[in-house]
């Protein structure tokens, strides 16, 4: 079931990360989409969600504001498409949340986010050497001031945003992780880097065999150390969750079914947007909110329908480790090949046993 609509309000971006799975691995769709989205899309697409919701009992949907980087809409328009959502969703709109690199978070638009109640997840790749290395603008000027300022604006008006990191495997994620806690972050997500099989070694060729595990090792243990319960750090709080008997969040771990659905400026349903990184296209569909509805997905999208409400197998490997209900064969677009589709483990793989291994030491929990 959807429960989640991650909406791009802004099909462009004023930064160019280098690792960027959007606009710079293996999909140029992006270049085909309106540079925003028009009014008629986008109440076209609450009108949409809240059908969807009115045809199953008491159901909520989330909204993300989404890129692109969204606030390229300005705040007058945030301001416009937030209180457009509030009125036509009603009781069937969960939460409006917004993505953003935090570049362009002027006290304008930060007093539009606060007065809306929206909330906000914010990119940050480190200290300054770091972000600014990777995370640039189209002049190949860093971002990391402008982002910190906008940091410190969503905190002034009272907004703790959930930030964003991309594991790098060349540089210390021990020292991110200190610089984050300085800076008083308590809510941080480290995302592992999105490639497939056919093009890992053309990103990570120098790195060592398990870049992504040496990267995450010492910040758990960093993070294990401080034993502060309001410091959430994921995906180890998922993973020990998961290790308990619980359920973690998100969709990296765990095979779970997919709850949410891209559309795009255009109005266009896609797929999880990070398969871009597999080949170009692979998140087209023949479906539109303009003319079609979720409900639509099952008929004219076998593979976005099987994402949702069927999922994918492990393949023999993973069904024959002793990982596999806590990785559950890892991040799905990890697991793309041409050769043989999402018939594999993980590109990361061997980083993800490395990891659960130390963490069940450290933690004392044995796999079963």
Known sequence: MIHQVILKIASRCNLNCSYCYLYNHQDSSWKEQPKFITDHVFDRTLEVIRDYCRRRTAHQVALVFHGGEPTLVGPGRLASLSARAKLVLGRSLAS??????????????????ARAGISVGFSLDGPAHIHDATRVTHANLGSYSNAILGLERLRHAGIEPAVLCVVNPYVSGEEIYRHFRDIGLRNITFLLPDVSHDHKLSWYSSASSTPVADYLTPVFDSWFRDDDPDVVVRPFTDLIASMMGGNGEGDIFGNPLQTYVMVETDGSIEALDTLRVCYSGITKTKLNVVEHTFDNIQELNPMLHRMINVGFPLCVKCEQCHERAICGGGYLPHRYSRAREFDNPSVWCEDIKSLLQHMRSAIGLMAT
């Open 96 to 113: 409006i949340t917004l993505q953003t690199n935090g570049t362009r978070l002027n006290e304008e638009m930060v007093d539009v986010i």
